[in-house]
């Protein structure tokens, strides 16, 4: 959590956040009420929020990772424009995004260019994902997939083991990080292209893919910028 | 700057850096002593800070951004592989990698899938870097681009716009954020395809490229999710 994240839950009056991410910010609040909704109710957060702050009250809303990413920060902006009230202050503050906080459990996976990929197929058609996963794979990138596998979707991550193994090596290193940076939460796996299936992924897991030359060095993962050493 | 990293460099003995990157924390350095070097010296500063740890002392390493995305993480292990000291403990603390600080102040336009990629050519084939870009908007992916332009590599971004304009409209939104969250240094400007290259750019920014659903809402770049308001 950044200085800034803390000042500004410092200074909020409400918190409105999914209950799962106000469990994880518990400990940091004391005197502010808290708005905790369900999965999949990010639309009634957003109003609510909006309607609280529109009454002049000081309000966060809060995502896990970065809430630049995947998170919380756009459809605000689409309910503010909706509800004609984009002139209310906003701020967005910007956090450590899975990606950067598996990689950090890794090693250095990320030392190259990388492609962010969710494939969730809620809001976006699975050929579309699908697509990208093909070209990513194409121009080497590493990839980080978030939201790879969820109880009723469990077959994806299956498919773009497939379609990696038709341009990348089976021994490709592969990452494996779940809930990253969450103390005793967190679970750190390194393995291959070939076998990264076969262990435990959930919606809590980001999968780091690497490029032609990542590596494996000791026990991290690393893809190397390219110094002459 | 998150709180781990505040604990960190409190923590450290010695701090070593890019001189330009110490003077960004000076503020925060109390009794640690600094070991500033300049630009292109990555390697002789890995060899220093591994020195020093060798000897038993706490040191800690500091890249901009996140050092995990093209900062000093990778090469780090790379010396230690090479001088055999794999095994001297080491943590990667992740921070708030450019694409998260400079889509924060732009509004909301990594809501998507998106690429990062660098566009120096110092350690990466022009030819790589290209073939990257255009698969990146074949891809629809927004693209989040580092190391733009320097003084001696002034054409690539030119190179980039065009291959761009070939797939995305000249109105798609672009954001440019120079030195993003450094208070008043912080220089932000959206505009589109066809004009950005027509801004000041330089190794300091950072470049957005929209997605073709990105579109600016009143003062923000927003890439919707997919939500239905």
Redesign the interface.
Known sequence: ???RV?SVLNEAEYIVGYKTYIDLIRNFLTHQQVVATGMRQ??DRCREAIRLAGEGHRVAVVSSG?A????M??????????EGL??LPLE??????AA??A???L????????????LSDL??PWE??E??VR??A????ILAIYNPKSLGRTQHIETVRELLLTYRHPYTPVGLVREA?RGEESNVQITNLADFTNYPIDMLTTVIVGNSQTRI????M??????K?
């Open positions: 959590m950044t200085s803390q990010e639309i970065d630049g990413v995947y998170g920060a756009g459809i605000i902006i689409e309910c503010l424009e909706q984009l002139e967005i503050v910007p956090g450590v995004t950067s906080a990689a950090s459990m090693g250095a996976p990320l030392m190259h260019d990388f492609a962010v990929i969710s809001l976006t579309v994902i697509k990208r070209l990513a194409e121009g080497d990138f940076l060095v000791g026990s991290y690393v893809t190397p910028r390219g110094y050493l």
